[in-house]
């Protein structure tokens, strides 16, 4: 399996926001993002920090209901 891509927070607000997450504010450090689709809405919270630790940026993703591959087409 491939090693996961080192991500700012920013970075990570980029890429959900073209699969249609909303910036909906800034709390604190966190970004919150927000998604509504057919099955209700999403919302995740991402840290604004220069490098994203391995597991919050895979609990990101799992939230976000995206693989690493599809995670990483989104990011490039």
Not at 10 to 30: C, E, M, N, P, Y
Not at 50 to 57: D, F, I, N, S
Request: charge should be positive; proline fraction near 5%.
């Amino acid at each position: 399996m491939p090693k996961l891509p080192v991500v700012s927070g920013q970075d990570v607000v980029k890429a959900l926001s073209k699969i249609g997450f909303a910036h909906i504010r800034t709390t604190g450090s966190h970004a919150i993002l927000r998604k509504e689709d057919g099955k209700g809405k999403k919302v995740i919270p991402v840290p604004l920090h220069r490098e994203l630790a391995k597991g919050t940026l895979l609990s990101i993703m799992h939230q976000a209901g995206l693989t690493r591959e599809e995670f990483e087409k989104v990011l490039g």
